[in-house]
């Protein structure tokens, strides 16, 4: 299956938009059923092992946090994630345990490849984004490929699509509404320190 499309967000900066998607932190509060994504070392991670250990709270995102702890802790290219989805589809709602690596990052574009598994059903997947600046905010041009087997598989395109656009659509509503409260910093010294990381 391949999915595609672009998300406009107005008045903010691509470099905004990278340091947004580059959080692990923003990602995993933006993505519909995430119960953790953190980064692993393993190629076979013990989920039961990081659920106990995720943080009950999640460190601050823009526009509170500083965009240089950002910047630490962002994805790095080469690094692997896991993360556990809870993703309702049909009758079921199967918890993925999902492993993604980011295969290139170089602003302004990402790449990942990545694959889960739940009982009886399992994904692979890649995909990326690029940011292009307009005259209004930033377009996110997105992409994804993904095969599906086992029991969702079963269920059909017509069934999974629908999905697959919901939790998209949800995640980018997120973004942008967090990237909305960016553009609206009352303090206006935000997109300066942005910028300075560029």
Not at 170 to 190: A, C, H, K, M, P
Request: with cysteine.
């Amino acid at each position: 299956m391949e999915f595609s499309g672009t998300v406009s967000i107005e008045d903010v900066t691509t470099e905004e938009v990278w340091l947004a998607l580059s959080d692990p932190v923003m990602i995993k509060q933006s993505l519909p059923g995430c119960q953790f994504l953190v980064a692993v070392d393993d190629e076979d991670p013990d989920f039961e092992a990081l659920a106990e250990s995720a943080p009950d709270e999640d460190p601050e995102t823009l526009p509170e946090a500083d965009p240089e702890d950002i910047a630490e802790r962002a994805f790095v290219e080469g690094g692997r994630y896991a993360a556990l989805m809870e993703i309702s589809v049909g009758s079921v709602s199967p918890s993925f345990e999902t492993v993604v690596t980011i295969e290139e990052r170089e602003f302004p574009r990402m790449d990942a490849a990545g694959e889960g598994s739940a009982s009886g059903s399992s994904f692979e997947m890649s995909s990326g984004m690029e940011l292009v600046e307009t005259d209004d905010g930033v377009d996110v041009e997105w992409w994804a490929e993904a095969d599906v087997f086992g029991r969702i598989a079963q269920m059909g395109q017509r069934v999974i699509n629908p999905v697959a656009n919901r939790v998209v659509g949800r995640f980018f509503d997120r973004i942008e509404n967090q990237l909305r409260d960016v553009s609206t910093d009352s303090s206006g010294g935000l997109r300066e320190r942005v910028s300075g990381l560029f």
